[in-house]
């Protein structure tokens, strides 16, 4: 619209010259008459006139006049350099606030995941008599504020991406709406007139060779280097997607619980922590972080699968955390607790591969694996002809040879040990496996501690049949 005021402007201006010259009127009247009162007759008159006016002088009228439209034309210029750096503020401005908006989303919506995991536990408190009405209502007013503040900038995000669209004149693509553009170039100007305005008008104000209609910088010293855009400075154009594209959802992860006795080894695998885990934007889910455990220690095997073992003697409740990602940015992550029940099982159970640990470079047993074994033992007397196969692992540190004498040492020990409390030797097959038989990563200190490891394995007549 600017850029069509200067055309009409210019248009008056060369109206305007026509005063330069002579104006020159043809003029062809004819007349009829008819004489009905007297002498009976008629008349007919035609005559031809050409007339030639030429104004050699108007006291400067015409020339003040001329000049007044070449103001005119000057006046609809700086309009549209205003309004140009009027659109390119608009731009920046709105460019600055969606790209901080998105960052702060962010935090806005870890906020909200909180504040939500907060409102939950304080319902459990209230309802074992913990919590008081009170702070729970307190806990869900700050989780809607959180949903609120959450809400209100990601409108104000997507408000501004599409002022960044307006501002480039693509908030018709950006709509998917069907449209043509001849020029969809960002153009800006600016004029500082300190003269007598004159024609024809000047294109290039700060002479640098860049037309005004495409310099983004129209006031650049005289004789400086300057880019494509007209500047000094390099211009940063960051690539603006055709389309307005959707913010970004965090993933949304549930707490898990899982039980193991204690000293035994629970395997986890990713599948079984993402199977309450969600995604509002149905991203694929991914585990990219996993903290250790308050007490007991957790690795990785090597098929992708965690594997946990609670520290010997202990009972009770460990947790640790892990992160999700949903493959999108760093911004869409989200962190969930586990908690692993640690329980000691009142009876052996022959059925299932039993753990003791030895002292840390010794073929002894610590003392909770003593009793243990003295357990095991009194299970093996009450069942009948039981097999019992018996494997000693250890861990990298050290050479091959170093851990393979040390776990035949100790697998010869445990085999003495039962056999000094009445089992038949002929039922036990004792073997030193060394590191070679790893179940966790053992570049782990957490891994290595999984890894040390003295096994029992029972073959029964109910497990043969």
């Known amino acids: 619209v600017a850029q069509s005021n200067i055309e009409a402007a210019q248009s008056d201006h060369r109206r305007s010259l026509k005063t330069r010259y002579p104006n020159l009127d043809l003029r062809l009247a004819t007349e009829y008459g008819d004489d009905i009162d007297g002498l009976d007759g008629n008349s007919e008159e035609t005559s031809l006139v050409l007339n030639l006016t030429y104004n050699f002088y108007s006291g400067g009228r015409n020339d003040a006049e001329q000049q007044k439209k070449i103001s005119a ?50 319902k459990e408190e209230f309802f074992i008599g913990q919590r008081d009405l009170v702070d729970l209502l307190d806990a ?10 959450y809400t209100e900038a990601r409108y104000d995000s997507l408000g ?30 600016r004029l500082v007139t300190d003269r007598v305005d004159k024609l024809p008008l000047p294109d290039d104000e700060d002479r640098d060779s860049k037309t005004d209609p495409l310099d983004h910088c129209d006031n650049s010293l005289i004789d400086l280097e300057v880019n494509p ?33 204690t000293n035994g080894v629970l395997m986890i695998t990713p599948a079984q922590l993402l199977a309450n885990d969600s995604d509002a934007d149905s991203d694929s889910l991914e585990i990219i972080d996993v903290s250790q455990p308050d007490v007991g220690r957790l690795a990785f ?56 640990n030895f002292v840390y470079d010794e073929a ?73 038989k790893p179940i966790a990563d053992n570049t782990t200190e957490a891994g290595q501690a999984i890894n040390r490891r003295g096994e029992f394995i029972f073959i029964t007549k109910e497990s043969a049949e």
């Open 73 to 122: 034309v000057y006046e609809q210029k700086e309009f549209a350099a205003r309004v140009r750096r009027q659109v390119i503020n608009t731009l920046r401005l709105s460019w600055t606030a969606d790209d901080l908006l998105v960052r702060q989303l962010e935090f806005l919506n870890a906020h909200v995941i909180k504040a939500g995991q907060t409102v939950e536990s304080y």
């Open 140 to 149: 869900e007013n700050e989780h809607n504020n959180a949903k609120n503040q």
């Open 160 to 189: 501004a991406r599409y002022r960044v669209y307006e501002g480039i004149g693509r908030l018709f693509e950006a709509a998917d709406i069907a449209f043509e553009m001849k020029d969809g170039n960002l153009k800006v100007a």
């Open 229 to 261: 855009f007209g500047c000094h400075e390099p211009v940063v154009l960051t690539k603006v997607e055709p389309a307005v594209a959707r913010q970004n959802s965090a993933p949304s992860l549930t707490d898990d619980l899982f039980e193991v006795e």
């Open 301 to 356: 095997n090597t098929n992708g699968n965690l594997l946990y073992r609670s520290l010997e003697g202990f009972i009770g409740e460990d947790y640790f955390k892990y992160t999700v990602t949903d493959n999108r940015g760093g911004a869409a992550t989200a962190t969930a607790t586990v908690r692993i029940k640690v329980h000691k099982s009142e009876v052996i159970n022959l059925a299932e591969v039993q753990l003791v």
């Open 364 to 436: 002894e047993l610590t003392e909770i694996s003593k009793s243990k074994v003295k357990a095991i033992i009194e299970q093996i007397k009450q069942a009948d002809g039981v097999i019992i196969e018996i494997f000693t692992h250890t861990d990298n540190i050290g050479s091959d040879k170093y851990n393979l004498v040390l776990s035949a040492k100790r697998a010869e020990a445990l085999k003495d040990l039962l056999t000094s409390n009445g089992i038949d030797g002929a039922n036990i097959t004792a073997v030193g496996v060394g590191e070679g």
